[in-house]
């Protein structure tokens, strides 16, 4: 079973609309949840960093995340031709674990 | 704002040979990691550094690669005899304070083996 998945679009969307972008997980031991943007040939930019159930918001940028159904969610308002980009949610599990188990990513295409 | 730097941007080499890719870390952060994404794949998590030695490892790790903190701003992978499979984008990220805390990353080494 795959831990993060994500649906690797592309999602194409008209300038100022909102855009939703989502992953689910299948460990429960996840604790820590962040969302990454990332222009190509570049390295992932961090969006967004939680780790409670709930919204935290940012600007035009809103995370959520659902631990009961193991559900994460990225919304960007009055969406811009600038953030065309792919989004990776990625998820640390804690524990003695390091590293960042990432999803493969949702590519997003904002329409001038 | 302080980031991660990577170099080279592009390195091309041949099966068998050494390569070492370089990083900079951001300068008060504790933590270093290196990750890697082969074209088309997710990111991959290869090794953790603190204090000087390896915290964590992934199966991907293997006898090949190395790290090394050879001085205080410096963090370098090694891989001892590439692979035509070790082509990919190898990310250099660092956190403040280690587990949990959000990861920032660099722009990343294009690995390409001929």
């Known amino acids: 079973q795959k831990e993060v998945e994500q649906d690797p679009g592309p999602l194409s969307v008209p300038e100022g609309a909102i855009v939703s972008l989502n992953c689910t997980y299948s460990n429960s031991a996840f604790q820590y949840f962040m969302w990454y943007r990332q222009y190509s040939r570049k390295g992932p930019e961090l969006l967004m960093y939680t780790y409670s159930s709930g919204n935290k918001e940012d600007g035009r940028f809103t995370a959520q995340v659902d631990k009961s159904s193991k559900y994460i969610s990225l919304f960007i308002r009055d969406s811009q031709p600038s953030d065309s980009a792919t989004y990776l949610c990625?998820?640390?599990?804690?524990?003695?674990?390091?590293?960042?188990?990432f999803g493969k990513g949702t590519h997003l295409i904002i329409q001038p | 704002e302080p980031e991660v730097t990577q170099t080279p941007s592009h390195q091309v080499t041949q099966m068998g040979q050494e390569v070492i890719l370089r990083c900079v870390p951001i300068s008060n952060h504790l933590y270093f990691y290196w990750y890697r994404q082969i074209l088309g794949q997710k990111v991959e998590f290869l090794v953790s550094f603190y204090n000087n030695e390896i915290s964590e490892k992934s199966e991907i790790f293997d006898d090949q690669f190395s790290v090394e903190r050879p001085d205080g701003s410096n963090f370098t992978l090694k891989i001892r005899s590439t692979k035509l499979e070790d082509s990919a984008m190898y990310f250099c990220?660092?956190?403040?304070?280690?587990?949990?805390?959000?990861?920032?990353f660099g722009d990343g080494t294009r690995l390409s083996i001929l």
């Open positions: 990220a660092s956190s403040p304070t280690g587990r949990g805390q959000p990861q920032h």
């Open positions: 990625a998820i640390y599990s804690g524990g003695g674990a390091d590293g960042l188990t």
